[in-house]
């Protein structure tokens, strides 16, 4: 059996006896859904903004629809790339794969081990996190004709990990023992009986 301190430090595959199902929630239920989608709308609008407060230049000589068909390609890549770097951050701690799936409105990432508090919070953050930087440093450095396209992939990573911030908050308030399991499709919290 597995003591605190060791749960603490390593994530598994199988529950330990110990635990029981303490909580369990779907970021598709209603209220949970409302959250997210207020998060995003909140970052959304922030970034909208500051384009206004801040008089940022986003002006492009490429024709409409070429910044737009690019924004989309560009959009479709990103969402690909913040599930991916999900699963790697998985499949690094855990030492299992990952599974993707797609459930409208969402792409999701899931797992069959059992994450410690750290490692699931880090999980949920990494896209954010890596994403923000690498785009941060990205806008520095492209084309003006790109920078539109570009600003709004940087407050899509932002706006869009609304749910993961949400799954942050959902578990801040457990001991640092606690194991969660998100399978893509509803994330189990699991205590120390």
């Given at each position: 059996?597995?003591q ?147 600003y ?20 801040r ?12 499709k ?8």
């Amino acid at each position: 059996m597995l003591q605190e301190s060791e749960i603490t430090m390593k994530n598994t595959t199988n529950l330990p006896t110990n635990y029981e199902l303490k909580e369990s929630f779907d970021l598709k239920d209603n209220k949970e859904n409302i959250i997210i989608q207020s998060i995003f709308f909140i970052i959304a609008g922030i970034f909208v903004g500051s384009v206004f407060l801040f008089k940022l230049s986003l002006s492009s000589t490429l024709n409409g629809l070429v910044v737009a068909l690019v924004t989309v390609a560009l959009v479709l890549v990103y969402m690909t790339l913040h599930e991916l770097t999900h699963g790697v951050f998985i499949s690094l701690l855990s030492k299992t794969k990952s599974k993707y799936s797609f459930r409208f409105p969402f792409l999701t990432t899931g797992t069959a081990a059992y994450l410690n508090k750290t490692s699931f919070i880090i999980v949920c953050l990494a896209p954010s996190v890596v994403w923000g930087i690498i785009l941060g440093i990205v806008m520095l450095f492209i084309p003006n004709d790109l920078r539109l396209s570009f600003y709004i992939l940087l407050g899509l990573n932002f706006a869009g990990s609304a749910g993961d911030y949400l799954q942050v908050y959902l578990v801040r308030k457990f001991s640092k023992s606690t194991l969660i399991k998100d399978d893509g499709k509803t994330t189990n919290i699991y205590i120390e009986k």
